[in-house]
């Protein structure tokens, strides 16, 4: 199930909500949308409210340069369409949009808040991106929001049917709702527009809600009943002793209403009858049918042919949706009488008995019957004491088991198929090869595979044939005793001959169709159907996604994969590229099996790339894994790797002198491999040199230093914003500090600083009640003495605060965690 966001219409002041949402939408916001829901944006919980008024200017800058650049301003399928969505958000009643994200939210563990935070930066930036684009006139600086939207350009958006150049995105109640409101005059009532334009004037006694289709409102003068468009439009004046809310039915939309006491359906737009005023009771029973009763009698009208049941039945109709008939209860038996949308009587069967098959029904056995029928739509019995039926989806041929023996129907001929053959066995799939009607039967002659369409065998049956089965791509596997030929539907039956047919990896036309083996060789077949053999340094590639396969040919590929890993070598591997070779690699370490990701890197670091020889230095400094433990030798790599300038070769170079590990210990060394991997661009080497002044160990405490490096470190997406944030509150920088403490997304450190600001009023106003709520808060991630003492001190001592419940709990807490309390 897709999880949406939802657009809202608010406003803040009066807590009020347009009565419908404005528009919902998977996942995420529409690229077209952003300029209008980004102005002034705030989040609270799940929810983003943004400046309706702006947004809109916004989007009509976006939508001018949209026009300039595509050359739309005086297209009709541009500006009809987008001309109607301004109308609607001009229309609006309420100062500001709220979007909510709850559903999507809802799909991960990470918290809400940490999801609304990092969703509200994502806005903020790519809106900045909108802005500066239109400012520039210039499109192409959009263009890197397209990767992931499966949209190319724009006007490809633009002209998407459903998205209809922005419309379509909003819902139509709701646009149709804002057009007009209904206003009270003098105890009448009328219809204006948002701008206050009378629509239809004050005459009316009351005017009920429009229906969200067509808007059209039931209106009442006095005692009488019309129909009123929410333009103004009067339809039908009221004239009717009663109507009801007009429904979608056909062509226009109806109404029911009340002549004499007696129930007919009326045509709106041309104000003529479809049913007749003539019945006691009407009701919907399916799209295009009513059920009509007249004198205690029930049938059934078609918007079409009118009455297609007449009024005789003792119970009303019902309509049963699975073999698209009406049935109506019968009194004393389990049965229904079933009827055609047609009005043909097809017999009394029953309840889930009967399946419609193309033309014809099927009437399973049950406890009354117990050999199955298939009769045509008009209740002629074709067959009789039948025992099966295989029935596939849009195949106008069936087949049925009568006495052993299959029999194939042609439904749109009325006729039955190789009445000369004996068919023993019956296999069929839908729209395979893109041909339907065609079936793999077994003869007393043996397997062959036949189309019904043209009554013609497409493999005549052999019994040299051992099976047919069906692969993917609209193929087929003709499997004999020597081996098996491939079945194209345009190219018919292959004379090559393979071992095995394979379907593709995870269905996936990229892979190719088909795999085929033969002997020692596997083959792919491409998209315009040649054959090519794969190359041996492919297979690695396909072994590592081999769970893509299923069932026989997932086994059939490990298998020839193990056979010719064997043939090959030790180090077969050598073979393929260097990307497959790492990325086995790394699954062996992800694996825990260390000495084979060894032996693999090593065959990538052969073929001269740098990052094997880091992983391996890795595995050889790691102390953990005490059977590879060899600094020495693990140092050898990273030097390898250094002379190329891999940046994480230095930085772990620098940690392996710092740490005294394979080197003598050695911190001028160390820093200066840290700076060397930091000047190569590694992240954790600036995070490395960061610790190193933040800490203080092995060189003078300088907080400057320190935050230069982790701030360089951060923008390469190391973060240390709670390292960052200590130093900030030593240097009694409380504006910094409270920038980095919202970067806090999951409230883990920064509850120990906000309580110590509030309570002392550092770069912000003094709330004791905030700087207790989060002294609470950080003693939920971690154990504070001094939020701990607070706390005590609060509930225990301090009259605006004393709690002797949270004052046992919190002194209970200190104790628990060794904390002095005075």
């Not at 409102?217 to 005692?223: D, E, L, P, R």
Request: one cysteine or more.
């Amino acid at each position: 199930m897709a999880h949406r966001i939802y657009l809202y219409n608010y406003d803040q002041k009066s807590n009020q909500t347009f009565d419908t949402y404005l528009g919902e939408w998977n996942y995420e916001i529409p690229l077209l949308l952003y300029p209008l829901l980004a102005e002034d944006i705030k989040v609270e919980g799940v929810e983003f409210f943004s400046d309706k008024n702006q947004g809109i200017v916004q989007l009509r800058y976006f939508f001018n340069l949209l026009a300039d650049t595509y050359q739309l301003h005086y297209k009709k399928a541009y500006y009809e369409p987008v001309n109607k969505m301004f109308e609607f958000l001009e229309a609006l009643p309420y100062d500001s949009f709220v979007l909510n994200a709850t559903d999507v939210f809802n799909m991960n563990e990470e918290k809400h808040k940490v999801q609304a935070k990092e969703w509200l930066a994502e806005i903020q930036q790519k809106s900045k991106l909108f802005k500066k684009a239109v400012k520039a006139q210039n499109l192409l600086l959009l263009d890197s929001l397209f990767s992931q939207t499966g949209y190319s350009s724009f006007l490809e958006i633009l002209q998407t049917d459903w998205i209809n150049y922005g419309l379509g995105y909003f819902e139509e109640l709701a646009y149709k709702k804002a057009a007009s409101s209904v206003f009270e005059d003098d105890g009448k009532f009328g219809l204006k527009d948002a701008k206050g334009t009378i629509l239809a004037p004050a005459i009316y006694d009351d005017i009920f809600e429009a229906d969200y289709i067509y808007s059209i409102s039931v209106v009442q003068k006095g005692t009488l009943f019309g129909y009123l468009q929410s333009d103004g439009k009067e339809w039908i004046p009221p004239m009717y002793e009663e109507a009801f809310d007009v429904f979608d039915f056909a062509q226009e939309p109806l109404g029911e209403v009340k002549v004499n006491g007696k129930s007919g359906i009326l045509k709106i737009y041309s104000n003529t009858w479809m049913v007749p005023p003539d019945y006691d009771a009407i009701e919907r029973v399916a799209y295009g049918f009513l059920g009509v009763e007249k004198d205690g009698k029930f049938g059934v009208y078609n918007d079409e042919n009118g009455l297609i049941i007449p009024t005789e039945s003792e119970n009303p109709y019902e309509y049963d949706y699975f073999p698209e008939l009406f049935f109506t209860k019968q009194k004393g038996t389990g049965k229904r009488r079933y009827y055609t949308k047609e009005g043909n009587y097809l017999g009394d069967f029953l309840e889930g008995s009967i399946i419609k098959t193309n033309t014809c029904f099927w009437i399973k056995p049950n406890k009354f019957d117990k050999k199955g029928r298939l009769i045509d739509e008009k209740g002629i019995l074709i067959i009789d004491e039948a025992d099966q039926l295989v029935l596939i989806d849009n195949f106008e041929a069936l087949a049925v088991r009568k006495d052993k023996n299959w029999k194939i129907y042609h439904t749109l001929k009325h006729q039955f198929l190789l009445e000369n053959e004996s068919v023993i066995k019956v296999k069929a799939e839908s729209n395979v090869g893109y041909k339907t009607n065609v079936f793999i039967l077994e003869t007393q002659t043996g397997s062959g595979l036949f189309d019904a369409d043209n009554e013609h065998w497409l493999i005549a049956p052999q019994s040299e044939i051992k099976q047919i089965h069906y692969v993917e791509n609209g193929f087929l596997s003709v499997q004999k005793k020597e081996g098996s030929q491939l079945f194209d539907f345009e190219k018919g039956l292959s004379s090559q001959l393979y071992d095995y047919i394979s379907n593709p990896l995870n269905y996936r036309t990229e892979e190719g169709l088909l795999f085929l083996y033969r002997g020692e060789n596997m083959f792919r077949m491409n998209d315009d159907k040649s054959i090519h053999r794969v190359e041996s340094s492919e297979y690695g590639a396909i072994y590592l996604d081999r769970y893509s396969f299923r069932g026989k040919d997932l086994e059939y590929f490990t298998s020839f994969y193990n056979r010719w890993k064997s043939q090959a070598g030790k180090n077969s591997e050598q073979f393929m590229e260097v990307g497959i070779i790492k990325k086995m690699a790394f699954d062996a370490k992800e694996n825990q099996n260390y000495h084979e990701a060894l032996r693999l890197f090593e065959l990538s670091a052969q073929k001269n790339d740098t990052d094997s020889l880091v992983e391996i230095g890795i595995l050889l400094t790691d102390p953990e894994i005490e059977s590879l433990f060899d600094p020495q030798k693990g140092i050898t790599y990273y030097e390898k790797a250094a002379q190329h300038n891999h940046p994480v070769a230095w930085n772990n170079i620098g940690a392996l002198y710092h740490n005294g590990t394979g080197y003598s210990f050695n911190i001028k060394k160390a820093i200066q491999a840290y700076g060397k991997g930091a000047e190569l661009g590694d992240g954790m080497a600036l995070a490395n040199l960061g610790d190193l002044y933040y800490f203080g160990e092995h060189v003078l405490q300088d907080y400057d230093k320190a935050l230069d490096f982790y701030q360089k470190a951060e923008k390469k997406y190391y973060y240390n914003y709670d390292k960052i944030s200590e130093i900030y509150y030593q240097l009694r920088d409380y504006n910094n500090l409270l920038l980095y403490l919202k970067k806090d997304y999951d409230q883990s450190y920064s509850g120990i600083y906000y309580g110590i600001i509030y309570e002392l009023g550092m770069g912000v106003k003094a709330d004791l009640k905030k700087a207790i709520r989060y002294f609470e808060q950080a003693n939920a991630y971690s154990a504070y003495e001094y939020a701990a003492q607070r706390l005590v001190y609060y509930y225990g001592e301090d009259p605006a605060f004393k709690n002797e419940k949270k004052f046992q709990k919190w002194k209970s807490f200190a104790e628990k965690n060794g904390f002095k309390i005075d």
